[in-house]
């Protein structure tokens, strides 16, 4: 739902020996018996053998989910130029708690155009906050400390002792430095679109004032509800963000249903120990879980619920109720879910820690935290093995141009303190993007390739391409690729202001760009080239 509207999407190829430019007047519109053609797609402008995805907004007056043939018709000014049947489903029935209903859920378009994320990771674990480097990550440390032959193990007893179990280090969760706006103001700075925090890790302590448990931040710990203080921040502060919450489904060690096949127990005796605040004998899924998430649905009302671990779950439940409580506001709102909630119903995959090596049409999100492996605080990670803002940038260009959203964590202290290096990392792609972002956010894929050598390419529709350099550019800049240029067309650098690039066409059609020494020394950890439109 697009204002009120539906919106159908279609995909426009240019299969002709012609440029379609402004001055054809071309629309996409849609016609189907019960509906209305109420926003036809603009194509403003599109090479021969470019395509171009659009959206066409529907009026319908038939009840929500008739199914319909349709109309989609390619017009000039003077009629139809091409035209296409299809079958539609008329408005947006409420969604039913089935993988065949759930599953026509679609990632809205605000994530399809906000490409950048910061993923948040903080909880009792930020206490401890120790793994050996590029091994472990520091946020399973309550796992990790129960295998002897883990390093954590034998850290745990040398520096705390065999009787300091893991929820000893609740009290010494403080949040005492905790500043939620400053946390908003960074994630703006950043230009980041969206966040998204952990409300409860696998460690089951849960940081908002949860009903159905005492095992959270307002009964122990910070006495504060983490989750309210940060979302509140952002509603008041920086409204434009969208606010997600990261939902663990399995415990490690809950004792109704321990993902590790027993409750908490002292590692070095092997001795039960409480599960702190936790009021057990439920069923896990029905009792627990799935009121939680409802909780942090009915609470929050978050744009983004993220699970994890794909474990026992009442997915298909919670969901229908997340998307009807969407779609049926006064004023509607679109909201989106990852690929980890145990069942076969998402909006978008999570590849962690990698990326997929081409273009993936189905909308996809690559994780990683700025430390080479934990998500969580590290203290034994230097500030030079954290990724550098080259290494975050580059990563974000190529994610971008194979269709993908990069959602990048951090990992606070336990009083509240992001790490300096952390915070450089994040102001410092901010800077990048405030000069460069027209080519990153609002943009879509180059349907004909994603990259070529150490290029990379995205569009924005009918308006420009973009040429992405991940080294600094020299004098000529060489794309052997079927760049969509015409005679006519302006190419300049971003951060190079309000100077055109002289560029030419070689004989094996490549097109070369002339680089000024001024132009190469004017940007940073990558340049890029835009192809404007604007004239046509």
């Keep these: 739902l697009v204002d009120g509207h539906q919106s159908v999407e279609a995909i426009v190829v240019n299969a002709g020996t012609v440029w379609l430019d402004e001055r054809d007047k071309l629309t996409v519109t849609l016609d189907a018996p019960g509906a209305r053609c109420v926003a036809p797609a603009r ?36 009629g139809a130029l091409a035209h296409r049947p299809a079958t539609l489903t008329l408005g947006v029935p409420d969604y039913q708690p089935t993988v065949a209903s759930l599953t026509t859920h679609q990632a809205p378009y605000w994530f399809n155009d906000a490409k950048f994320g910061i993923f948040i990771h903080w909880g009792v674990y930020s206490v401890p906050a120790w793994a050996t480097v590029g091994r472990d990550p520091a946020e399973w440390y309550w796992q990790r400390m129960g295998l002897p032959n883990n390093p954590t193990y034998a850290y745990h007893r040398q520096t705390y002792g065999e009787n300091f179990n893991y929820d000893d280090f609740i009290p010494r969760f403080t949040a005492a430095n905790y500043d939620p706006a400053a946390w908003i103001r960074l994630i703006e700075q950043s230009g980041a679109e969206y966040f998204v925090f ?17 095992r959270n931040s307002v009964q122990m710990g910070p006495r504060r509800d983490l989750v309210k203080a940060l979302l509140d921040a952002a509603a008041a502060h920086a409204p434009q ?18 993902w590790q096949g027993h409750g908490p127990r002292n590692p070095y005796t092997l001795q039960p120990v409480p599960y702190t605040g936790y009021q057990t004998g439920r069923d896990y899924v029905r009792d627990y879980q799935t009121k939680q998430v ?8 978050p744009d983004i619920i993220w699970y994890d671990m794909n474990k026992a779950n009442d997915t298909p439940d919670v969901l229908a109720e997340y998307f009807n409580r969407a779609k049926n506001r006064p004023r ?29 049409i189905a909308k996809w999100e690559a994780t990683r935290g700025l430390d080479p492996y934990s998500f969580g605080y590290n203290q034994l990670t230097a500030d030079t093995q954290y990724m550098t803002t080259e290494q975050v940038v580059r990563s974000l260009v190529d994610i971008v141009s194979k269709n993908g959203n990069f959602l990048l964590d951090i990992g606070p202290k336990a009083d509240g303190t992001i790490p ?20 990153i956010q609002g943009t879509t894929y180059w349907s004909r ?70 132009a190469q020394r004017s940007g940073q950890y990558v340049w890029v080239f835009k192809i404007d439109y604007a004239a046509s």
């Design 43 to 78: 194509i403003g402008a599109l090479a021969p053998g470019e395509q171009a995805r659009v959206r066409i907004g529907i009026a319908s007056a038939t009840a929500p989910g008739t199914s319909a043939p349709g109309l989609v018709a390619l017009r000039a000014e003077d």
């Design 198 to 214: 952990t409300a409860k890790h696998h460690d089951g302590f849960s940081l908002w004032n949860s009903a159905v448990s005492g």
């Design 241 to 258: 963000l969208k606010r997600g919450l990261y939902y663990s489904l399995p415990e490690w060690f809950n004792p109704d249903l321990p």
């Design 294 to 301: 409802l909780e942090l649905v009915e609470n929050f009302d």
């Design 332 to 360: 509607p709102k679109d909201v989106t879910v990852d690929n980890r909630g145990g069942v076969p119903v998402w909006d978008y995959t999570t590849p962690e820690y990698t990326t997929y090596a081409n273009t993936v």
């Design 420 to 439: 300096d290096i952390m915070v450089r990392r994040l102001v410092e792609t901010g800077e990048w993007l405030r000069v460069n972002g027209e080519a």
């Design 449 to 518: 390739m994603a990259q070529l050598g150490e290029l990379r390419f995205t569009v924005r529709p009918n308006s420009a391409f973009y040429i992405h350099s991940l080294g600094q550019p020299t004098d000529r800049l060489v794309v052997a690729a079927p760049v969509p240029i015409r005679r006519g067309d302006r190419v300049t650098l971003l951060g190079y202001p309000g100077r055109e690039l002289d560029w030419s066409l070689d004989n094996h059609g490549a097109l070369v760009v002339e680089v000024p020494k001024a």
